[in-house]
């Protein structure tokens, strides 16, 4: 049995999806679009370098594209102060006082909490918003806008 040049390169790009899912690298599926140049140059019938050029010219370009995409998007906030990893961020409590250490003890989902003040933020009692959460520790900012009682 033999299959045509195009089949391989089909073949190739199936693998390099499948390496893809089983790894997460998302560079790998622009690889695979390379790939698939290379099969499309394949079914117009160039030559074999021609569908290697093609392919590499395809897969790097939409590589560096990816990077280039990737580097100017904003940075991810930390894991623990980022609202995408923990539901808690930005969600509200009421804070009755403060202690000299910056420091309280909360009632947030039906539980004490121990919570903390963010740095360079005012220790005055009322709602504030979980900007982070260190372990089991949440970390509070007062809360924009008129406080409530």
Known sequence: MSWSTSTLWWLAAG???AAELATGTFYLLMVALGVAAGALAAHAGLSGTAQVLWAAVVGAGA????????????????????????????Q????????P????RVSYR???????LAAGKPALGGEHVIVALHGSELVLAPLAGPQRP
């Open 15 to 17: 693998v390099l999806v």
């Open 63 to 90: 590589t560096l594209a990816w990077h280039l995409h990737r580097s100017r998007a904003p940075k991810a906030a930390p894991a623990e102060a980022n609202r995408d990893v923990n539901l808690d961020i930005g």
């Open 92 to 99: 509200t409590v009421h804070v009755p006082a403060w202690l």
């Open 101 to 104: 250490d910056g420091t309280a």
């Open 110 to 116: 039906g539980a004490a909490w121990q919570v903390r």
